[in-house]
């Protein structure tokens, strides 16, 4: 990895990360160990891949309200400042509109949106409070698609785009930025669902040749941006919507 902060870059900073066990979210994690954060907290459903690490573990089902509550609370007897916040817990369903049910459509919206506005608020809440605090949301490349098979994960993903935006004008004033980072399609555990599915095989062949380097995206392309927009340097940055994608989404076809 090119290391592009120090090792004390964040010290005496707490970091949590929702979806933290995830692979963007643990790459996400290892980046902000490298540069020095001092608390470094995974909220997840599955912390196994925590164990024997120096993350915090927090195991939590996020689509339960009073779960995120009680990790909230686990959270301030662990620190009374969270200073950055990031958010990539999601799951996806990958089914067209005819095929998906009221129930997968609720389950997304439970972990891709509501999960996301409810941690933030409450997180957020304290930041205002103290006039500092970093947000940084992994949304979606697929926000900027109509894509056959993915309509529900994306319309729960356009809600971050807006979260962002609101979250950036009702916090900014009080020293909280916000911004999302919209990867497209990324090698990790969240992509098993492609291989057995012959739509979105066919989708991913097609953006790997749209992508310049004929390569799908990597958990390390993510990153680096989120530490950025974590960092004091991107203080001016408040409500960006920032692809990473390649340039893909310009290549018409
Ligand atoms: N991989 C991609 O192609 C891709 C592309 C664009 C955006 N994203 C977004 O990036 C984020 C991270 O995805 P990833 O690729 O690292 O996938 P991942 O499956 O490795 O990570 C997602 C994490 O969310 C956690 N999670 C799921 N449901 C949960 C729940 N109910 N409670 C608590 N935790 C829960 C999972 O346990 C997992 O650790 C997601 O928000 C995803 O939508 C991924």
């Given amino acids: 990895m090119d290391v592009i902060f120090s090792k004390n870059a964040f010290q005496g900073r707490h970091v949590v990360i929702i979806g933290g066990c995830g692979d963007i ?19 997840d459903i599955n912390t196994e891949l925590a164990k024997g690490s120096s993350f915090i573990p927090i195991q939590t089902d996020l689509s339960k309200v009073e ?5 909230v609370q686990d959270l301030y007897k662990i620190s009374d400042k969270w200073h950055i916040l990031v958010t990539t817990a999601g799951i996806f369903i990958g089914k067209t509109l005819l095929d998906c049910e009221a129930n997968e459509w609720d389950s997304l919206m439970e972990i891709n949106a509501r999960a996301v506005f409810y941690f933030s608020k409450l997180i957020a809440k304290s930041m205002v409070q103290r006039k500092e605090g970093k947000i940084i949301h992994i949304g979606s ?10 309509g529900v994960y994306s319309a729960s993903k356009v809600v971050i785009n807006q979260l962002t935006q609101t979250m950036a004008v009702e916090w900014g004033p009080s020293n909280v930025q916000v911004n999302a980072v919209l990867p497209t399609v990324t090698e990790t555990k969240f992509l098993e669902f492609v291989t057995k599915d012959p739509l979105h095989s066919k989708f991913r ?25 974590a960092s004091k340097s991107a203080n001016a940055i408040n409500g960006a919507i920032i692809p990473i994608d ?5 290549v018409s076809t």
């Fill in 246 to 250: 390649g340039g893909s989404r310009l």
């Fill in 141 to 150: 490349g697929s926000t900027y698609y109509g894509t056959p098979g993915s």
């Fill in 25 to 43: 979210g643990m790459e996400i994690a290892r980046q902000f160990q490298a540069a020095g954060a001092s608390k470094i907290a995974l909220v």
């Fill in 205 to 229: 062949k097609k953006l790997k040749e749209k992508m310049p380097m004929g390569e799908l995206l990597q958990p390390e392309d993510i990153a680096p941006l989120v530490l950025f927009l």
């Fill in 67 to 71: 779960s995120i509550e009680e990790a």
